[in-house]
């Protein structure tokens, strides 16, 4: 089954005790020599390395094809003691495909070369991509894509990462270093804050008479203006994270269907999907890390996925029973609905039946003479055929009225008989609602701390993996 995933992290953080020299030797199962430390990070015993390959952008020197020489140059470049020197983006490859197979691995690499030209080597990265398979099984087949951060300019020498400018306040006006003992006395002999002066300013003069008078000076008499930091290359900004996850889920959707699989990914998390499920721990190598020595005991990050599913699992049967649950509320509800028009009929029957008595639309209009009772009425109301001398209501009309009527009360007394089972059934299924509710809010309180517990060993394995890169392999 397909799976997504794709993580975004800056690998090589100086600050840390990292270098992209030993992150490009780990991800490449190689041994490279740091020229800036003199140590040689040594990982050719690593295994699992499928293939590897470097892609330069436009303006990169033709040496920099070779691993050792690109990042020891982004290694040179750098002078700050926090500087960060790599990105890494790595992604899931498709496990519908073999690559122990020779036109499946090919199939990976260009779907990898497609990927990594259109949103990094086209941007003005250098990228450095290696395909790991560490399962015989295929379990978990993945690309580390090694980005430089630095941009390469026409002659090919590198090019600054960001710059400074001044800052500005929300009206677009520079912003000024303040002096605090002038910004004291300012405003005891004006008797207002600097903060109200500048609020009451009319005019550009005026604003600029206040701020000079609290201004910081710098060297050679130099008013000083406060200053921030900002990125020249555009690769810093989180929207572009969103942009890198949904190509690849495109460009992996494309491939699947071509080839003929059925399964698809989706960069979104199942939050933003709308499915209430809680998202599993990227195992990695901790599938070679679990005990069995009597069958029960796992790595954490194995027994938290086992826990999860679990969890899912059951959240899944609560989400059914809530569904059939409100489907049966709805048939429930059109059927009283139909009851009431039953009712709603039958009464308006039973009216339209004595109105027309009353109007003398009724046939019999006879005296009858068989001695059965005959009534008279002078009420006005009736029409002359009846309400003339001798103008009677027949036996048999009466007949026919008080059928018409039983006739309604026998509807509404089946219709209530009918209401009350239906809403004993209603209230029994709701009560039910409540219940499955009520433990699904259970399985929520479980998830979170699922996902809390889970955080914890992302941030543990983050912590081995950099150690592994780090520790692993080195001498001097």
Known sequence: ??????????????????????????????????????LTHDFTKKGGHVYGEINLCENAPAEYQ??????????????????????????????????????????????????????????????????????????NPHCHIQLTMRPIKENGEWGDKEKKVYKLDDDGNRVPVLDV???????????????????????????????????????????????????????NEQSLCEEWRKDWADKENELLERLGFEDR??????????????????????NHL????????????????????????????????????????????????????KVVDSIEDTKDFLAGLVRGDISDRTRETDGAENYRTDSPGLR???????????????????AAIDNSEAVVSESKIESEDTGAFLGELRTQERTSKEERTDREDERERLAAERDRIEAERDYWDDFESRGSGETR
């Open 290 to 341: 679990f005990e069995r020595t009597d069958g029960n005991e796992f790595s954490d990050r194995i027994y938290q996925n086992v826990k999860i599913e679990e969890i899912n699992t059951e959240m899944s049967v609560f989400e059914k029973f809530m569904a059939f649950c409100k489907d049966k509320i709805e048939i429930i509800k059109d059927r009283i609905e139909a009851i009431k028009d």
């Open 384 to 402: 002359p055929a009846f309400a003339g001398e001798g103008g009677t209501i027949t036996s048999d009309l009466i007949a026919k009225s008080r």
């Open 181 to 235: 003992a002038k910004v004291k006395k300012f405003e005891k002999d004006n008797g207002k804050t600097y903060e109200e002066a500048l609020s009451e300013a009319t005019t550009p003069e005026q604003r600029d008479n206040i701020i000079f008078a609290v201004q910081k000076i710098g060297a050679k008499n130099r008013r000083m203006w406060e200053r921030e930091t900002v990125d020249k290359t555009g690769w």
């Open 66 to 139: 070779d691993r050792a020489t690109l990042w020891n140059a982004v290694e040179k470049i750098e002078k700050n003691k926090n500087a960060q020197t790599s990105r890494e983006v790595e992604v899931s490859l498709p496990v519908e495909l073999d690559l122990s197979n020779k036109e499946d691995l090919e199939e990976v690499k260009d779907l990898l070369r497609r990927y990594i030209d259109d949103n990094f080597v086209s941007k003005g990265m250098c990228a450095d991509w290696n395909i790991h398979n560490p399962d015989e099984d295929n379990h």
């Open 1 to 38: 089954m397909a799976m997504f995933h794709l993580c975004v992290k800056v690998c090589s953080k100086r600050s840390a005790g990292k270098s992209s020299v030993a992150a490009a030797a780990y991800r490449a199962c190689e041994a490279i020599v740091d020229d800036r430390t003199g």
């Open 265 to 286: 990914v989706d960069h979104r998390s199942y939050e933003r999907q709308g499915i209430d499920k809680v998202p599993s721990i990227h195992e990695g190598v901790a």
